[in-house]
């Protein structure tokens, strides 16, 4: 007993001696006393929520040097150097160094000179590496991102599976895993791989409050984005995500020419440029970055106001990790997304156009699914987010459905409508032609199909183009229509659809509003 409160006194020592900071957050105190104790533990934080010191401060309270197992190579240095400012004696090992640099490390560690150790994968697995291991004294095993473990996560890792062999070789020394991605089935697979089945676990809340959640329906996505920027964050540092490169420029551009302070960043620029642009946005005041995903790992700027989605992401991991870049200073901030069907319809071509084997391709349909669910839903988007999680929540209040609730309405005749004209056009076009067939549009296309025969030809005529758009979009996240991989992106019926089609289902319909300009406080200007 004394000698675990004694253990808790010196951790908060070093917090404070050390790290400057005057107290624990959240689960903290409880995973260093667990690992500084010699103890296993997973670790589920979301990204900002301080998993660094939860193994910082345990290898410096146990003797022997902490080895922490990283992808990040990138960011090594960075660490190493932080470290260094604090009077940490760290260092890494990893493919960007020279063989001279490693072997002063390697030396260094022998010595028992060092407090932590960064390692790629890759690097730790060696023969070589393990063998130095073994001649040293070692306070702990950290594995971070641990999810690149998981072979159905986005980031997987061939080399993360051989991480087994840590606890095979070096069975006395505590491991802790650490990762922001928290669904249960990921959680399990950690566990399992790693042999971290009778770790402790420690599941923070994933929940951040001052974000709100706002999805819009995407017409013109960049103007969209101008009006969100100037009405609500004009001045304010904001990071805005495109899925390709070339939509990064055009919109970083756009951007500037309308008097917003951006910059473009992505993984074809010149490493000089990217640097230059990444440290401005750290440096400077209300900088907006416009960025591919390639931006934010690592990236720790707390006063960012805004994070804004021009393309859909790929699954709800990746929506909240790149979100949650918002607010870290706990200040309010905003989640803001423009989608639309086309957005559907390109995330579903880019998983069936990728190499990847059947089963994965699924695994990202599930996800792209979920995806769609969160943006279609009919409530609260936090309690949706916090479920994928697996971790059950109440109305927020803080997202733009617990603020201007949607109305729903019996949909199943309109649904009925739209089910039909694909199956009669044979389902083999896409959205743009079935809802011209719908609402009776006199086209060279319709004609040359004879489109304007059928039975189903202007049945949605009192329905508006966007409404069908908004209607589709529905059909699709309800999974009674799929977006085909064809050169058409053509529609085709689920079973799904079938006992809608026969008028043995009701399907409920968020009434359609045009999209309009909302003030600050959510009541409409
Ligand atoms: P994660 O790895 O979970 O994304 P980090 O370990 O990088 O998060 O920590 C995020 C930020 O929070 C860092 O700036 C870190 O210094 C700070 N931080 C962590 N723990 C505390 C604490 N107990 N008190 C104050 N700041 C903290
Ligand atoms: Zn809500």
Known sequence: ???????????????????????????????????????????????GGGKSLCYQIPALLRDGVGVV???????????????????????????????????????????????????APERLLTQRCLELLDASKLALFAIDEAHCVSQWGHDFRPEYIRLSVLHERFPQVPRIALTATADPQTRAEIAHRLQLDDARQFVSSFDRPNIRYQIVEKNNGRKQLLDFIQEEHAGDAGVVYCLSRKKVEETAEFLCAHGVNALPYHAGME???????????????????????????????????????????????????ETGRAGRDGLPADAWMAYGLQDVVQQRRMIDESEADESFKRVQGAKLDAMLGLCETLHCRRVRLLDYF????????????????????????????????????????????????????????????????????????????????????????????????????????????????????????????????????????
């Open 390 to 525: 697996g971790q059950a929540s109440g109305p927020c209040g803080n997202c733009d459905i617990c603020l201007s609730p949607p109305v729903s309405y019996d949909g199943s005749v309109r649904m009925q409508k739209l089910l039909s004209a694909v199956y009669r056009t044979e389902q083999r076009f896409g959205a743009g032609h079935v809802i011209d067939v719908l609402r009776g549009t006199d086209s060279e296309k319709i004609r040359q199909w004879r489109h304007d025969k059928l039975s189903v030809f202007g049945i949605g005529a009192d329905v508006g183009e966007q409404e069908w758009r908004a209607i589709l979009r529905q059909a699709i996240a309800l999974g009674l229509l799929v977006v085909d991989h064809d050169a058409y992106s053509s529609l085709k019926l689920t079973d799904a659809a079938r006992p809608v089609l026969r008028g043995e289902q009701q399907v409920l319909l968020r009434e359609y509003r045009k999209p309009e300009k909302k003030k600050r406080d959510g009541s409409r200007a």
């Open 69 to 119: 197992v990283s992808p990040l190579i990138a960011l090594m240095q960075d660490q190493v150097d932080a470290l260094a400012e604090l009077g940490v004696r760290a260092a890494f090992l990893n493919s960007t160094q020279t063989y001279e640099q490693a072997m002063r490390t390697e030396r260094m560690v022998r010595g028992g000179e060092l407090d932590l150790l960064y390692v």
């Open 1 to 47: 007993m004394s000698s675990q409160s004694s253990l808790q006194d010196r951790a908060l020592d070093v917090l404070q001696t050390v790290f400057g900071y005057p107290s624990f957050r959240g689960h903290q105190a409880e995973i260093i006393g667990q690992v500084a104790a010699g103890g296993d533990a997973l670790v589920l934080m979301p990204t």
């Open 271 to 321: 490493l000089a440029d990217r640097t230059a642009n990444q440290s401005r946005f750290l440096r400077e005041d209300g900088i907006v970055m416009v960025a591919t995903i390639a931006f934010g790992m690592g990236i720790d700027k707390p006063d960012v106001r805004f994070v804004a989605h021009l393309d859909l992401p790929k699954s709800i991991e990746g929506y909240y990790q």
